[in-house]
């Protein structure tokens, strides 16, 4: 249309703009043909730039995946797979930080069996005496078993052992200035350690029940204890050495400063489950989550029912059983390897790490077995009854030797595997608490840990008083006694399966 059409549409009425003249001046429409072209050559159009689109997208997704590639594989150049440490299981991480707690463990607690020697001496302390300092250690591991169960299965296993340990690495500090200030402040540091200590075992079940599926139970939690054997084997062979090159109190200002260390690490790399670590891969938490049992926190405790299953019985009667035999060949080994077998102080350490080692390989060949067993379709109460059955009947049979021979070196082998036996426990009754109450693993491990701690204070101390009126082969006589006991009552009344919800 032309501009003087345009005026003459919009003019005053005088002017009428007519049909005719709108007809004249305005622009013919193109021919059909070239309107379908153009109609079609826009569409073309909107194809392709929805295909540029398309591909622009593509490409800053492409650019997305890279980066979250290069951030989960630490990506470093083109195809390189990621580090071994980038994707090693996240429940193994748990399992050897509980490890590492257990091995400070017995490194602060069997510290003392070396330096009582020297302290002895220098303070004058009589067999007694020296019976209940060893004892006063369980006077507060003691009270905290069923405390620390409880408190792990209502708050979590992580706050709980990390708790423990820091409590008892001070106390172990503070040990050579008690025993300075008197035998009272002693027994009470003795005691304060105890009680640290007391909540690891109950923290540590608690956290692996959450962690770590049940076909890799027995060598987890073998894993876990066998750092007890090789924190005893650490603290009685560098105990020695520190106590010759800088006098006993060394080995305690020393061991102690090692939890720090240990709690700095787990306070930021462990986490209570997986649910709670955002680092933690999508199929080993679904791997954790599909094949562990429900671990919502305990709210009232069924302490009735727990109490009236005849498998929680004969948990606590076989804990009983076997720690009297282990807590005197924990703290009372050196002293017979010193008075008996006439070995120096040096010689007591070393030969008493031999049968420690040989509890911590042998702990984790015989998790190994069991979880080999019940992955081919073996019971699981089977399996516990076989291995409990090997860790008491070994040691009573080798404790019986040591009244029989007459060098020294094959004492040291019939304590050696004595030991060795021994640590098939921890596939049977130390792996049964998350068999058969899974919800209460801590409160039944601190129930039972309960009924071995008191074995441990009464063993220890009765060994003590035994020796003032009798022998070593009356002090072996009752532990093998009550290994028979723990045997007959463990294969009547154990089960593998799951009696508690």
Same mark, same amino acid.
């Given at each position: 249309?032309?501009?003087?059409a345009?005026?003459?549409?919009?003019?005053?009425?005088?002017?009428?703009?007519?049909r005719?003249t709108l007809l @004249?001046?305005a622009t013919?429409?193109?021919?059909?043909p070239?309107?379908?072209?153009?109609?079609?050559s826009?569409?073309?159009?909107?194809?392709?730039?929805?295909n540029?689109?398309?591909?622009?997208?593509?490409?800053?997704?492409?650019?997305y995946?890279?980066?979250?590639l290069?951030?989960?594989?630490?990506?470093?150049?083109?195809?390189?797979?990621?580090?071994?440490?980038?994707?090693?299981?996240?429940?193994?991480?748990?399992?050897i930080?509980?490890?590492?707690?257990f091995l400070?463990?017995n490194?602060?607690?069997?510290?003392?069996s070396i330096?009582?020697l020297?302290?002895s001496?220098?303070?004058?302390w009589?067999?007694?005496?020296? !019976? +209940?300092?060893q004892?006063?250690?369980?006077?507060?591991y003691?009270?905290?078993q069923i405390?620390?169960?409880i408190w792990?299965?209502?708050v979590?296993?992580?706050?709980?052992l990390?708790?423990?340990?820091v409590w008892?690495s001070?106390?172990?500090?503070?040990?050579?200035?008690?025993?300075?200030l008197?035998?009272?402040f002693?027994l009470?540091a003795?005691?304060?350690m105890?009680i640290?200590e007391g909540?690891?075992?109950p923290?540590m079940?608690?956290?692996?029940?959450?962690?770590?599926?049940?076909?890799e139970?027995s060598?987890?939690?073998?894993?876990?204890?066998?750092?007890?054997y090789?924190?005893?084997?650490? !603290? +009685?062979?560098?105990?020695?050495?520190l106590?010759?090159q800088?006098g006993?109190?060394?080995v305690?200002y020393?061991?102690?400063?090692?939890g720090?260390?240990w709690?700095?690490?787990?306070?930021?790399?462990?986490?209570?489950?997986p649910?709670?670590?955002?680092e933690?891969?999508?199929?080993?938490?679904?791997?954790?989550?599909?094949?562990c049992?429900?671990?919502?926190?305990?709210?009232?405790?069924?302490? @009735?029912?727990?109490?009236?299953?005849?498998p929680?019985?004969?948990?606590i009667?076989?804990?009983f059983?076997?720690?009297w035999?282990?807590f005197?060949?924990?703290?009372?080994?050196?002293?017979?390897?010193?008075?008996?077998?006439k070995?120096?102080l040096?010689?007591?350490?070393?030969f008493c790490v031999?049968p420690?080692?040989?509890?911590?390989?042998?702990?984790n060949f015989?998790g190994?077995?069991?979880d080999t067993l019940?992955?081919?379709g073996?019971?699981?109460?089977?399996?516990?009854k076989i291995?409990?059955?090997?860790?008491?009947l070994g040691? =009573?049979?080798?404790l019986?030797?040591?009244s029989h021979?007459?060098?020294?070196?094959?004492?040291?082998?019939?304590?050696?595997?004595?030991?060795?036996?021994?640590?098939?426990?921890?596939?049977g009754?130390?792996s049964?608490h998350?068999?058969? =109450?899974p919800?209460?693993s801590g409160?039944l +491990?601190g129930?039972?840990?309960?009924a071995?701690?008191?074995?441990g204070v009464? !063993?220890?101390a009765a060994t003590?008083?035994?020796?003032?009126?009798?022998s070593?082969d009356?002090?072996?006589k009752v532990?093998?006694?009550?290994?028979?006991?723990?045997t007959?009552?463990?294969n009547?009344?154990?089960?593998?399966?799951?009696?508690?919800?």
């Amino acid at each position: 249309m032309s501009g003087r059409a345009i005026i003459s549409c919009f003019s005053p009425p005088s002017t009428p703009c007519s049909r005719r003249t709108l007809l @004249r001046h305005a622009t013919p429409p193109p021919p059909f043909p070239l309107l379908l072209l153009s109609r079609r050559s826009h569409l073309l159009a909107g194809k392709l730039l929805a295909n540029v689109k398309s591909q622009k997208n593509v490409s800053e997704s492409k650019k997305y995946e890279d980066v979250v590639l290069k951030k989960t594989r630490g990506f470093h150049g083109a195809g390189e797979e990621p580090k071994w440490w980038q994707v090693f299981p996240k429940r193994w991480v748990i399992v050897i930080l509980c490890f590492s707690a257990f091995l400070l463990c017995n490194m602060d607690r069997v510290n003392m069996s070396i330096a009582i020697l020297p302290m002895s001496a220098e303070y004058n302390w009589n067999p007694s005496t020296v !019976g +209940l300092i060893q004892s006063s250690f369980f006077w507060g591991y003691l009270l905290t078993q069923i405390a620390g169960g409880i408190w792990a299965d209502t708050v979590g296993g992580k706050q709980v052992l990390g708790f423990g340990v820091v409590w008892w690495s001070i106390a172990t500090i503070i040990t050579p200035i008690a025993a300075k200030l008197g035998l009272p402040f002693l027994l009470v540091a003795r005691a304060f350690m105890g009680i640290g200590e007391g909540v690891a075992m109950p923290a540590m079940n608690n956290i692996l029940s959450k962690w770590v599926p049940v076909s890799e139970r027995s060598r987890s939690l073998a894993l876990v204890y066998s750092g007890m054997y090789l924190g005893s084997v650490t !603290g +009685l062979a560098f105990s020695p050495f520190l106590i010759h090159q800088f006098g006993w109190p060394s080995v305690f200002y020393s061991f102690g400063s090692l939890g720090t260390v240990w709690f700095s690490v787990w306070l930021s790399k462990a986490h209570g489950s997986p649910l709670e670590d955002p680092e933690l891969r999508p199929e080993e938490k679904k791997l954790i989550i599909t094949s562990c049992f429900s671990k919502e926190p305990v709210k009232t405790i069924p302490w @009735r029912l727990i109490l009236s299953k005849p498998p929680v019985w004969a948990l606590i009667v076989s804990h009983f059983c076997h720690n009297w035999g282990t807590f005197i060949l924990l703290t009372w080994m050196p002293t017979y390897y010193n008075q008996v077998l006439k070995f120096n102080l040096t010689e007591s350490g070393l030969f008493c790490v031999l049968p420690w080692l040989i509890m911590a390989l042998s702990a984790n060949f015989g998790g190994w077995i069991a979880d080999t067993l019940v992955s081919k379709g073996v019971s699981v109460t089977r399996v516990r009854k076989i291995m409990q059955t090997i860790g008491f009947l070994g040691p =009573a049979f080798f404790l019986t030797q040591l009244s029989h021979v007459n060098s020294p070196g094959m004492a040291v082998l019939c304590m050696t595997c004595s030991q060795g036996t021994d640590a098939f426990s921890q596939s049977g009754l130390y792996s049964n608490h998350q068999d058969i =109450a899974p919800r209460y693993s801590g409160i039944l +491990l601190g129930l039972s840990n309960t009924a071995g701690v008191l074995a441990g204070v009464f !063993g220890t101390a009765a060994t003590g008083y035994i020796l003032q009126h009798g022998s070593w082969d009356d002090v072996f006589k009752v532990s093998v006694g009550l290994y028979l006991v723990g045997t007959v009552v463990w294969n009547l009344f154990s089960t593998g399966e799951k009696v508690l919800e």
